[in-house]
């Protein structure tokens, strides 16, 4: 069938009638039940057994030796970044393709994003892309990588897992081998996804979750810390608990730490989320198949799949159109929403917001062209049952 933006809505009304938000969350297990039991004890705020449980049920979901709750998602990579050593001044490698908080915790760290493409395959950062591009600007020096063009030092390279499709890790690892980076995840939109057999998440030094309203686990906001070393996992604990010294009574701090504990009350809901993480993966995979086949027969169009060797969370499903029709985009977007499909483009390449604009980068083509021509349409656990 010959594209049409009507023709569009219609293969997306085979799969879900009415009206239909992005994503929301589904609130239908234990939630009721472990957020009284904060409310009738008192344990409310960021102490008690559900911030302890929710850390190890995280722990068991995505195989990660420790994890430490956090407030919400740009909190724990704020906290990853500082971590893995980056300092005022330094440049750190992100993708331009994410959502925000990516670069925004960057700048928290007084250190200025460096934008990286992604890759058709998995729209994740382009490992070969980035490697050829470190070859011409930058050079080793006493240690470090600097950027020649700058001046300054990249000091760390972080790759996001978009829409919950994994990053082509081992590509991304070998040029942080290279390169001498240390690799930090942003596995905001992750949870769930494996890459290679493994729960993304577990491949860098360290790496970021995040349980937002609208991700495939909410804490109605939070984060988390994910790291295989100790010694990172305690100093991430103790940076996001205001750096207190214990002591049974006296107030001590040996840095500036920062108050980034997730709430008892908060993470009660996480618990009875992930009660439920395997069912809302597989419904959204489910989703994502009906989908699959809505799109098979019009031209232009197509849903994204899984990139290979990997098993996907889903969490947003991805339409894509073909170049020879992105200039349609808008329109699709318009007749799709008028219809209550609420569906959105993908976020504006950060290297184009107003803070970033003036930033580092490589060429970013097919993040650009990512960014004409996808839409996230409806996506939310529940559609799948209709
Ligand atoms: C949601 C998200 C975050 C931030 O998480 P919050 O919990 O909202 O602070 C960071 N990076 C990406 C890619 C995200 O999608």
């Known amino acids: 069938m010959t594209f049409s933006a009507q023709a569009v809505l219609d293969a997306m009304t085979t799969v879900v009638s009415g009206s239909a938000p992005l994503h929301v969350p589904e609130i239908a297990g234990n939630e ?3 957020v009284k039991e904060c409310l009738d004890t008192g344990w409310v705020s960021s102490v008690g057994s559900y911030v302890d449980n929710f ?3 995280l722990t068991a979901a995505t195989g990660a030796k420790y994890v430490v709750p956090t407030i919400n998602g740009t909190a724990a990579l704020h906290v990853c970044l500082m971590l893995a050593g980056v300092e005022p001044g330094d440049e750190v490698i992100v993708p331009a393709l994410s959502f925000a908080a990516t670069a925004n915790a960057v700048f928290y760290c007084h250190a200025v994003p460096h934008f990286a493409d992604s890759e058709e395959a998995t729209m994740g950062l382009d490992p070969g892309k980035l490697e050829a591009h470190l070859l011409r600007i930058a050079k080793s020096k006493g240690g470090d990588l600097l950027n020649a063009q700058t001046g300054r030092r990249i000091s760390a390279l972080v790759c996001m897992h978009t829409f919950g499709h994994p990053v082509d890790l081992d590509g991304v690892a070998k040029v942080c ?3 001498g980076l240390p690799l930090i995840e942003d596995a905001a939109e992750s949870l769930g996804s494996i890459y290679k057999g493994r729960h993304t998440g577990n491949h860098g030094v360290l790496s970021a979750l995040s349980f ?7 804490t109605g906001g939070g984060g988390a810390v994910m790291t295989s070393d100790p010694n990172l996992a305690a100093l991430a604990k103790h940076l996001t608990t205001t750096a207190k010294m214990p002591h049974a009574w006296e107030f001590d701090h040996d840095q500036v730490g920062y108050n980034y504990r997730l709430t008892n009350v908060n993470a009660a809901i996480g618990c009875a989320q992930l009660e439920r993480l395997d069912e809302f993966i597989e419904r959204k995979r489910r989703l994502a198949e009906r ?6 027969n019009l031209n232009g169009v197509r849903l994204f799949t899984e990139p290979r060797d ?22 699709v977007l318009e007749l799709v929403n008028a219809a209550g499909l609420m569906c959105r483009p993908a976020w504006k390449p950060l290297s184009n917001l ?5 930033c580092p980068r490589m060429d970013l083509s097919v993040a650009g062209s990512l960014y ?6 409806p996506s939310s656990p529940r559609l799948a049952d209709t």
């Open 177 to 179: 081998d290279r390169f």
């Open 310 to 331: 990997c098993r996907s969370n889903y969490w947003l499903n991805v339409m894509l159109l073909d170049p020879e029709v992105e200039v349609r985009r808008d329109e």
């Open 354 to 358: 107003t803070p970033y604009r003036d």
């Open 291 to 296: 989908y699959t086949e809505a799109f098979a």
């Open 32 to 34: 009721w039940t472990y």
């Open 372 to 377: 004409r021509r996808l839409i996230n349409i």
């Open 212 to 218: 937002n309203g609208n991700k495939i686990v909410t």
């Open 55 to 57: 850390g190890d049920m």
